[in-house]
């Protein structure tokens, strides 16, 4: 009996030791960082920085909340718009402009990407729109509806055994409608042809919807789940240079990794909890995911460096205010492999991170 209680015990101190080896074993990236970017002009001030992105120019586009997108009446929303701003700066940090102040889709920022042809698309969570501008600020296309200010009744499917799954749709739980019927919506992204995927989860759907360049509905994968293909909060989206397909599955604690046509391939666990996700550009392309480990990332927050077949190279960062500090990474652009910026909500603010690529502190 004593003889099998040491060895239990010393094969549960032997897996102790290699779970501790294992996490020291991811080393940690030096950066410099630089979080007092922007010269913005006065009475203008950035919000909670949900989405932050750069043009082929170097130039950086900031989507932030501010104003007050709702007024409430009762149990209803009122919605109206002027919720959130969208900023251009030079790469100097100098303001630029303001795209699109007071338009109808502003409600609640979640994401801003710019795609090859310097395409400007926000993702609002709260307008459950996706609206592409052309690199002057004009808007080139609309995805989604905004709700209706109050509840419109729909009539019934006339199947009886239907399961309501997201605004429109029916079918599995969270497999959302076909079409650009989106639930506050959390992120897009785009591949080599120009199709278009919309990460769409924030609400009832848990999906990712994909879409031709010209904004024709294709398909749409994942309901709510935990297994390979399901998700629970797609809340960012990224796309490689061979079409594959990234997605941060934050409630469930991994990226999964499909392909355009949304065939699951593989899923990387050994993040946290991944909320903001960037592939790099260059002939050497890196996975970019920022973890949240509390609700507001004040607790526990670091980025991870990872080869695309989900291999850490090193992570950085940890929780705080400072400078070199995180507040909750809603967003990274990446487009240089070791020049990131990054948006954060608690911090409300743009860092600008450059790593040493030798990987020393």
């Known amino acids: 009996m004593i003889r099998s209680l040491r060895l239990a015990v010393l094969i549960l101190s032997l897996v102790l030791v290699a779970r501790l080896e294992s996490q020291d074993a991811i080393r940690e990236i030096g950066f410099d960082a630089s979080a007092d970017l922007f010269k913005l002009p006065a009475d203008v001030y950035l919000g909670e920085v949900a989405g932050v992105a750069t043009n082929s120019k170097g130039q950086i586009i900031v989507y932030t909340r501010t104003g007050n997108p709702t007024v409430g009446l009762g149990n209803s ?7 959130s701003r969208l900023f251009q700066f030079d790469r100097n940090g100098s303001f630029v402009r303001e795209i699109g102040q007071g338009l109808y889709g502003f409600l609640v920022a979640h994401a801003v990407r710019v795609d090859p042809q310097d395409n400007i698309w926000i993702v609002d969570e709260g307008s459950s729109q996706v609206v592409k501008f052309s690199p002057d600020g004009r808007v080139l296309m609309i995805l989604g509806r905004k709700p209706e200010a109050v509840t419109i009744r729909q009539a019934p499917s006339g199947n009886a055994n239907a399961t309501p799954s997201g605004r429109g749709g029916t079918g599995a739980p969270g497999a959302g409608g076909a079409g650009d019927q989106f639930v506050r919506p959390s992120d897009v992204a785009f591949d080599g042809e120009g199709n278009i995927f919309v990460a769409d989860g924030h609400g009832a759907n848990s999906r990712i919807a994909k879409f031709d360049r010209n904004g024709r509905f294709l398909l749409s994968w994942g309901a709510r789940g935990t297994d390979p293909g399901q998700f629970n909060v797609p809340h960012s989206i990224a796309t490689d240079a061979q079409g594959n397909v990234y997605v941060a599955d934050s409630g469930n604690r991994r990226i999964q990794v499909f392909d355009g046509r949304g065939a699951f391939k593989s899923q990387i666990t050994n993040i946290g909890v991944p909320m903001a996700v960037c592939v790099s550009g ?26 695309l077949d989900g291999k850490i190279v090193g992570k950085f960062g940890t929780a705080g205010k400072l400078v070199k500090q995180f507040g909750l990474v809603n967003a990274i652009d990446c487009r240089s492999a070791n020049e990131i910026y990054i948006g954060e909500l608690t911090n409300w603010r743009v860092q600008k991170l450059s790593l040493r690529p030798d990987l020393s502190k």
Not at 282 to 304: E, R, V
Request: hydrophobic share 20%; charged share 20%; glycine share 16%.
């Open 77 to 83: 929303r009122l919605f109206t718009h002027g919720g």
């Open 282 to 307: 260059g002939s050497h392309q890196y996975l970019y995911s920022s973890h949240s480990g509390d609700k507001y990332g004040m607790d526990d927050a670091t980025i991870y460096k990872l080869e």
